[in-house]
């Protein structure tokens, strides 16, 4: 690998909610609130629909960090999918850690769809904690 590491820049996958933290991110876009081009978004009706092995996978697939933000405790709009992203996520930190990747390579976080300013502090602590830790190499398949 010939990649200059100061000039690494992370790639990050982040997992969200359509309903409050997708609506967060598109009013930080409207209101030109600037944060870190290096997140690729995926929208998803809830976040307690996502299967730990999506997460597995973008890791496995080169992302270097994997963000997944929903609704706020409370305010998930199929009551508890959020809870069950919560617990679901908890688990797969601990199975990260467990097999000898950073837990911290993947971070779960609460924006509701007021909170552009939030969304892109996301961002930026996020990109800064994956830029923290290095490319990610462990899980990485190589063809």
């Given amino acids: 690998m010939a990649e200059d590491k100061q000039g690494w820049e992370p790639k990050i996958v982040a997992i969200v909610c359509n309903w409050c933290t997708y609506a967060g991110a598109d009013l930080a876009g409207i209101s030109r609130i600037q944060y870190p081009p290096n997140v690729r978004i995926i929208r998803v009706p809830c976040t307690g629909r996502i299967n730990p092995f999506y997460i597995m996978r973008a890791l496995q697939e080169g992302a270097d960090g994997v963000l997944v933000s929903g609704c706020h405790p409370g305010e ?3 009551i508890t999918g959020n809870y069950h992203a919560r617990r679901k996520f908890a688990m797969l930190k601990r199975f990260l ?3 000898g990747i950073e837990p911290d390579r993947t971070i779960f ?7 552009g300013e939030r969304f892109a502090n996301v961002i930026k602590g996020v ?3 994956v830029k923290e830790l290095g490319p990610a190499s462990k899980l990485v398949k190589s063809y």
Avoid: D, M, R
């Fill in 76 to 78: 998930c709009h199929y």
């Fill in 97 to 99: 850690g467990y097999i």
């Fill in 109 to 115: 976080t609460w924006v509701s769809a007021s909170e």
């Fill in 127 to 129: 990109t800064a904690k």
